[in-house]
């Protein structure tokens, strides 16, 4: 049997204890230390973050005025150059002379893109009845000219145009179901007035549409608002 002599001894509870603080005091020590460089590290990436330019991904989109279909179309010139006006294309119109210009019949008023519109120099011997008849007259502004103050016969006034120039252009509407007995009565069918009116001088305009034919007002205002009063 082997007895413990005085010289051998082993820890004693306080010293476990001591050890124990020791390293429990060094844990919380470095878990501190972890913590606070972190808590900065966060800080640092958060601001770096808030800081940094936004990378802008708005594209520029560039757009492409439409052309102008009326730039091409033939420029006529009225006598004493009163007025000028685009002649669309397809368009042929005989010329009355003094700035009048007409299309009676055999014509059309569709727009014929690639053939250039014509203004002849044959007088037209009557209207018929049976194709639109068109009418473009100029006149100076002079209290005679009752045309320009008068709204035509029987006829609605509807909202007024622009030429492209700003020039304001009267529009009226008729339409008539009764048959023609005198040419003082409106057409069977429907009437177009409009009215370019310049502070010297207008440009009259009538386009009658018989029944059972086709309507061209749309081509024929796209004209008028190349109109130019000189």
Known sequence: MHKVTKTESGFSIVEVVLVIVIVGLIGTVGWLVYKNHHKTTKAALTTTSATKPATSTKTTTTTTEPANPTASWYLYTAPGNDYTMRIPDGWVLDNEGNGTIVQYSGGSLAIVPG???VVTSNYP?????????????????????????QTPNGATQEPSLETNGGITIDKYYLYSSQPQTNIDEPIQGTTYTYIVKGS???VYVQLLVPINTTDYHANLEEALKTVVLN
């Open 200 to 202: 010297d001088s207008f």
């Open 115 to 117: 053939t250039q519109g």
């Open 125 to 149: 011997q009557h209207a018929n009845d049976d194709n639109p008849l068109l009418d473009i007259q100029w006149y100076t502004n002079t209290p005679n000219n009752s045309l320009f103050f």
